[in-house]
């Protein structure tokens, strides 16, 4: 199922923003088995109706994905030789901080850290995610807080959702998912760049470089800002997959990551 036309300069545009300069492909890769692999040190947080937990996490030039966590403990699958994973728990706060990054200079491999989450409410989120990958599907609830430059997310609010979201995607990918189809919202979208392309639902209105999604019942607040030049996908529930055409297969060659593809 294709998301996209085929526009070849903003198809350019698309495959770059993805690439983010260290050449991971979205999430499908799996790790090489002489790849040593390590557990963080798991975090146990604590999780009760008056006590929510909050959350920051902050990726530098490194891949993850997030996934549901079987027991009420954070912890990571990666290779150590490649990443650093480090997570710090505030037991008086009740809030915790990952950080992660690439030990290299550039990132040229294939493998993708796999980020194990309980599935919490929680009150605070901060996602930060610099030249790098992060895809996104299980927090249900929380006030969400994004901010991604030179990136590629793909952030899934799942269906029963409640909180807010405040992201700012600067010069790259950023595909939002509303499994509720933004009913129980009030959505904004908001084109601050300098070139690319936002796609959003027939029932946002435009109004000169805003798209709003009133229909909703207004329970959550949802704003996104598209800055320096990237690409914006806005979807419902109707979005299953995400594949990229076949001719745009030669875009991933190295040469591409050693242009200066952004305007001056």
Not at 72 to 87: C, L, W
Not at 161 to 171: D, E, K, P, R
Not at 176 to 202: M, R, V
Request: charged letters at 15%; hydrophobic letters at 35%; glycine letters at 6%.
């Amino acid at each position: 199922m294709m998301l996209f036309k085929k526009k070849p300069f903003f198809a350019m545009i698309l495959a770059l923003c993805i690439i983010v300069s260290f050449g991971v492909i979205l999430t499908s890769a799996n790790n090489k088995a002489n790849n040593a692999q390590a557990m963080t040190n798991n975090i146990n947080p604590q999780n009760t109706a008056n006590n929510k937990p909050s959350l920051s996490l902050n990726i530098n030039s490194a891949a993850v994905n997030v996934l549901p966590a079987n027991e009420n403990k954070i912890s990571a699958e990666f290779n150590p030789d490649v990443y650093n994973v480090d997570i710090k728990n505030d037991e008086k706060n009740n809030s915790w901080q990952v950080a992660i990054s690439c030990k290299t200079k550039t990132n040229t491999n294939t493998e993708t850290i796999k980020l194990y989450l309980p599935d919490f409410d929680y009150s605070d989120i901060n996602l930060s995610v610099d030249n790098g990958h992060l895809t996104c599907d299980l927090i249900k609830s929380g006030h969400i807080k994004g901010e991604f430059n030179m990136a590629s997310v793909f952030l899934t609010l799942p269906e029963g959702f409640a909180g807010s979201l405040n992201a700012t995607a600067n010069s790259g990918y950023f595909q939002l998912i509303s499994k509720d189809d933004f009913q129980n919202s009030t959505t904004t979208i908001t084109d601050a760049g300098k070139w690319g392309e936002i796609y959003h639902p027939q029932k946002f209105i435009k109004n000169n470089n805003t798209y709003t999604f009133t229909a909703g019942t207004g329970s959550n607040i949802i704003n996104v800002t598209k800055t320096g030049s990237g690409v914006m996908g806005i979807y419902t529930s109707e979005i299953t997959t995400f594949n990229l055409p076949d001719e745009w297969n030669e875009l991933w060659q190295d040469y591409w990551q050693n242009e200066n593809w952004e305007d001056d």
